[in-house]
């Protein structure tokens, strides 16, 4: 199916359901990230989405990938807090 063809038959499904019509790019956009809010990991989106490489899709998304650099560095140390009591590494 040509692009042209594509771009018919999808503003006419978001005509039928009262929807503002919006351009492939954006849907491309959009299902990238309703994948990412659905949890998908960023090689498989990656994959879903035809990019060359993971670091295209962490450069074009990554600002939509869960956590921060808060979040991380609290879940380090709870992580570190378990690991070093149970006499993982650093626990002695």
Do not use: F, Q
């Amino acid at each position: 199916m040509g692009s042209a063809m594509a771009t018919r038959r999808a503003r006419g499904a978001w005509r039928r359901r009262g929807l503002r019509p919006i351009g492939l790019h954006e849907c491309r956009h959009t299902y990238a990230s309703l994948t990412i809010a659905a949890g998908v990991n960023a090689k498989a989106l990656s994959t879903y989405m035809g990019h060359s490489s993971i670091t295209v899709t962490l450069d074009r998304y990554g600002h939509l990938m869960p956590g921060n650099e808060r979040e991380a560095g609290a879940m380090l140390d709870a992580y570190l807090a378990v690991e070093g009591g149970a006499g993982g590494p650093g626990g002695g």
